[in-house]
């Protein structure tokens, strides 16, 4: 990671992203808590000269969408944050203790994604800058958020909370390949130099001093499992799912490969009780479906604008599908 940043460094020099003169203050969140994609993501947008924050869930809350807590106090920690980013005994929300993060800088809440967006916004941010900021960023998730299950996604949920609050958002979801508890996996990086490209496109179309999207209009951006020098392309939420879910009498003999693999992650065993099962649909996608992001992230960067109500739709009053691919950077930009 040291030595992206040193190039990066450099390519700022050239010119090629923000400098310091149209540096935005950033709120950078997720729903996986402290991560490889997260500190990357940081240290890049430090690099291009932006300000930024961040403030994450305590442990993993894929899942949780919109959920807040509301008037749950939030108790001292039982136990340890994901990757020691707080220990047992620390305040239930402040700033993360584990050692070699930047000070000021990293947050974490023992609540759902949103209530840790709203940590960075009404507690961090404001003492911060005094206002709000320019951008909210969350993810990168590890595992991308496409199609139906976004309406459960804690990643996506933050980015539409910040959006129907009047702050330009971005949703960013890559594979879960990116995964790494050393904080330090070259995917990450990756994700991390493809989000401050298209930052750089966004705020050289702003100015420098604009909003970076429209009001009203946030973005929900899936890099395929292998970002680096996949193409852009504009994308809709549509009705394609590259994810099955649905409801099992018995967890366990229902299994799929994929619930194993992510019980085993988490150090769990599947119980023999109903709940919600998990897995990849194997059914093609039908031809008016090919421009569905559960499509598209498999061979490019899938960019779907979203407004607070999910589906930003192109045509009359709205902005065009032309206007809209415009956000997205020309390839090799």
């Known amino acids: 990671m040291r030595l992206y940043l040193t190039a990066l460094l450099a ?5 090629l992203v923000p400098a310091t003169g149209s540096a935005r203050n950033i709120v950078l969140t997720n729903d996986d808590g402290l991560t490889s994609n997260v500190v990357a993501l940081y240290e890049a947008l430090k690099a291009a000269g932006h300000d930024v924050v961040v403030s994450v869930p305590c442990v993993n809350q894929s899942g949780q969408g919109a959920a ?12 340890p944050c994901l990757n020691d980013a707080a220990q047992a005994g620390d305040p239930g929300a402040g700033p993360m203790t584990r050692t070699g993060l930047p000070a000021g ?21 404001k003492s911060r800058w005094g206002k709000a900021p320019d951008l909210v960023l969350s ?60 930052l750089a496109h966004l705020d050289a ?12 209009l946030a973005l929900n951006v899936n890099f395929p499992d292998q970002p680096a020098g996949a193409r852009w392309q504009l994308s809709e939420i549509g009705t394609y ?6 409801f099992t009498t018995d967890m366990a003999a229902s299994a799929s490969p994929m619930m194993q693999m992510m019980a085993q992650s988490r150090g769990m065993e599947i119980p023999a009780l109903p709940g919600v099962s998990f897995d990849f649909n194997t059914s093609a996608p039908a031809p008016e479906q090919m ?10 960067i899938a960019v779907s604008p979203m ?14 599908r032309e206007e809209l691919a415009a956000l997205l950077p020309a390839q090799g930009q």
């Open 11 to 15: 390519v700022s020099a050239l010119g």
């Open 68 to 79: 807040l807590g509301i008037a749950r106090p939030v108790a001292p920690l039982k136990m």
């Open 105 to 125: 800088d990293f947050y974490y809440v023992d609540g759902t994604p949103v209530a840790a967006l709203l940590h960075g916004l009404d507690v961090v941010g």
């Open 139 to 198: 993810g990168p998730n590890e595992g991308q958020n496409v199609g139906a299950i976004i309406l459960s996604s804690g990643t996506v949920s933050a980015a539409q909370y910040a959006a129907v609050s009047g702050i330009p958002a971005i949703a960013l979801s890559a594979g879960a390949g990116t995964e790494g508890a050393n904080l330090d996996n070259p995917l990450s990086d990756a994700v991390a130099g493809r989000t401050v490209e298209l």
């Open 205 to 216: 179309r702003a100015a420098g001093t604009g909003p970076l999207l429209p009001i009203g």
């Open 241 to 246: 799912n590259a994810y099955k879910v649905g």
């Open 291 to 300: 421009d569905d992001e559960s499509v598209i992230y498999r061979k490019a």
């Open 307 to 320: 407004q607070a109500g999910y589906s930003y739709p192109a045509g009359g009053a709205v902005l065009t």
